[in-house]
């Protein structure tokens, strides 16, 4: 995606859904534009594998000049349980009723390797992604 006039800002996000690029990929989060602003949840799931965000490395918040939100992140967490994994991912609001909200997200093992059955991109099949501004 290509976003332009952004600005940055502080907030949260929450909600999930599931996307289709291959197979159903569903996640739910609750991330903050601030990674050191807790809670930060992220789960991505596929058939029977699980990646679940353990740490938010970084995160930061935009809107763009036609109002959508996004936020760009990067984090550790566990695969199937084993841990050392990475993640990087992009979220958007791009307001109701969600289906043209996105969301990709690559998960790499220790080698870099990107994990195939939970690394997806694409438009929102089902559910809902919230910006919730900090006031």
């Known amino acids: 995606m290509t976003f332009t006039n952004i600005a940055v800002v502080t907030g949260r996000f929450t909600g999930g859904g599931s996307i289709t690029p291959e197979a159903r990929v569903t996640h739910g989060f609750e991330l903050h534009c601030d990674a050191s602003d807790v809670p930060n949840n992220l789960e991505i799931n596929n058939g029977g594998d699980n990646f679940h965000l353990v740490t938010l490395t970084t995160g930061t918040c935009y809107?763009?000049?036609?109002?959508?939100?996004?936020?760009?992140?990067?984090?550790?967490?566990?695969?199937?349980?084993?841990s050392a994994y990475k993640i990087s991912f992009t979220l958007t609001d791009a307001g109701e009723p969600g289906t043209k909200d996105f969301a990709s997200y690559v998960i790499t093992d220790s080698s870099g390797n990107p994990v195939s059955s939970v690394t997806a991109s694409g438009y929102l099949q089902s559910g809902n992604q919230q910006f919730h501004k900090k006031k």
């Open 63 to 82: 809107i763009d000049g036609n109002g959508v939100a996004y936020i760009e992140g990067t984090g550790t967490g566990t695969f199937n349980g084993v």
